[in-house]
């Protein structure tokens, strides 16, 4: 796109310290585990990518990016149709960044920039006015603490790992502490303990977020907050609704359309 290659591996090397790509990438598009030498921001102007890492997983609208640090293993997934524009920074350049994946935030100066930044040749001008367009954005790339989508992984415990993903397949399901602990075949007592210890967070909060996980996909397939409430195991939307604005400090409609 813009007359550059779509190729991840042809950024790593580039002699500047950003280099930026562009994608278009269809709905329920997947690109397997794999690393870079390059930190990395994901970010997409229209959709989500659901981006996992060993640390657990994060869905990104539109508001959102997720940073990647240099090496580490991810994998992505789009939801609905993503128009992805990446970065990839080399150390010297990344290292006001945080050294874990994280999601930060996208204001309309940052979104342009990036969308400048991808249009410029791989090996831009430094010294020009295109120099000057990657200096902007990389004083604008800093990291503000935002709601994030996140779920967390349980580790190395494969009991919990078998229940956390019985969850995220049928998120609609009754899970209390005594279903979920039955089907781990534990006592509800353990359950909590382990699963906390594990995940870093309490059963509850954890089946939240697989939830919200699951509506952000939706949403950003086009469906309608409706429907989505009531796959997702709520009620009433406005049920639904009220969960989203705790959880994330907006409504699902202001959540995406940022």
């Known amino acids: 796109m813009y007359g550059k290659s779509e190729d991840r591996d042809d950024y790593q090397a580039v002699p500047r310290p ?50 990647i640090p240099a090496g580490l293993t991810h994998a992505m997934t789009c939801a609905g149709a993503v128009a992805m524009r990446t970065l990839y920074l080399a150390p010297e350049a990344a290292v006001r960044l945080p050294a874990r994946p994280t999601v930060v935030s996208v204001s309309p100066l940052l979104r342009e920039l990036i969308d400048e930044a991808t249009r410029l040749p791989v090996e831009y001008d430094r010294e020009g006015r295109d120099g000057t367009v990657m200096e902007l954005l990389l004083l604008s790339l800093t990291p503000h603490p935002v709601p994030a989508l996140h779920l967390p992984n349980p580790g190395d415990d494969a009991g919990l790992a078998a229940l956390c993903e019985e969850i995220r397949r049928d998120p609609a399901a009754p899970w209390t502490a005594a279903y979920a602990a039955a089907r781990a075949h534990l006592s509800p007592r353990t359950l909590q303990r382990r699963f906390t210890a594990a995940t870093g967070m309490p059963l509850a909060r954890w089946v939240q977020q697989a939830r919200l996980l699951h509506a952000a996909t939706l949403l950003a397939r086009g469906e309608q907050v409706t429907a989505v409430a009531a796959r997702v195991g709520y009620a009433t939307p406005s049920a639904f609704t009220a969960m989203f604005h705790r959880a994330l400090g907006t409504t699902p409609t202001a959540y995406f359309a940022g």
């Not at 994608?23 to 794999?34: N, S, T, V």
């Open 18 to 67: 950003v280099a930026a790509m562009a994608r278009d990438l269809p709905d329920g598009h997947h690109i397997p585990p794999h690393s870079h030498r390059r930190a990395q921001l994901i970010y997409g102007t229209t959709g989500a990518i659901t981006v996992t890492t060993g640390h657990g997983a994060w869905v990104v609208p539109a508001t959102r990016g997720a940073w």
